[in-house]
């Protein structure tokens, strides 16, 4: 039984041809896009760790530096009440503290601002109530100001909150 091209054709070519114009298109238009948004999902999970570990960096430093300042106002207290005289060096050392302390509240503020564009509003609640403890304390003298341990559990809390936001799916 001989066949002729046009069925060979048919039977052998035209659903080999149908099949490779299908997969061209799949692989010219449906993984690009699949790979473009896990590419774009793997950024945005970068950024989301990169300011975890920034805002982490800088309240540890934050807190740091608040406690030598806190330390070298209240020394200095001490010796100003007992009438002594302070060093040059004293000074300069606390105003360090204050310049360092500073630099790590504004870039602290900076990461909280930008965790309210890239975390879930459980993180934001979080953020915005130690920024209403904190807010309470701006008049208060040295020896009113919470402990380095309650600004440590601040950090830990807002950490942990973004930690599990960033295993939720």
Same mark, same amino acid.
């Given at each position: 039984?001989? /066949?002729?091209?046009?069925?060979?054709?048919?039977?052998?070519?035209? #659903?080999?041809?149908?099949?490779?114009?299908?997969?061209?298109?799949?692989?010219?238009?449906?993984?690009?896009?699949?790979?473009?948004?896990?590419?774009?999902?793997?950024?945005?999970? =970068?950024?989301?760790?990169?300011?975890?570990?920034?805002?982490?960096?800088?309240?540890? *430093?934050?807190?740091?530096? /608040?406690?030598? $300042?806190?330390?070298?106002?209240?020394?200095?207290?001490?010796?100003?009440?007992?009438?002594?005289?302070?060093?040059? /060096?004293?000074?300069?050392? =606390?105003?360090?503290?204050?310049?360092?302390?500073? =630099?790590?509240?504004?870039?602290? /503020?900076?990461?909280?601002? $930008?965790?309210?564009?890239?975390?879930? *509003?459980?993180?934001?609640?979080?953020?915005?109530?130690?920024?209403?403890?904190?807010? &309470?304390?701006?008049?208060?003298?040295?020896? &009113?100001? #919470?402990?380095?341990?309650?600004?440590?559990?601040?950090?830990?809390?807002?950490?942990?909150?973004?930690?599990?936001?960033?295993?939720?799916?």
């Amino acid at each position: 039984m001989e /066949r002729t091209f046009k069925e060979i054709f048919l039977s052998k070519w035209v #659903p080999a041809l149908i099949t490779a114009i299908v997969g061209g298109i799949v692989v010219a238009i449906v993984i690009p896009k699949y790979q473009a948004n896990y590419a774009e999902e793997s950024a945005l999970k =970068k950024r989301k760790i990169e300011l975890w570990e920034s805002i982490g960096d800088n309240f540890t *430093n934050y807190i740091t530096y /608040r406690g030598r $300042l806190n330390s070298a106002a209240l020394s200095e207290i001490k010796l100003r009440s007992s009438n002594q005289i302070i060093p040059r /060096r004293f000074l300069d050392r =606390k105003e360090s503290y204050r310049v360092e302390r500073d =630099k790590y509240a504004t870039q602290l /503020r900076r990461d909280f601002l $930008l965790a309210d564009y890239y975390y879930d *509003n459980q993180v934001e609640i979080i953020i915005k109530s130690f920024q209403e403890w904190h807010g &309470q304390y701006k008049d208060k003298t040295v020896e &009113q100001l #919470p402990s380095d341990e309650e600004y440590y559990k601040w950090r830990d809390r807002i950490m942990l909150g973004i930690r599990e936001n960033l295993t939720k799916k």
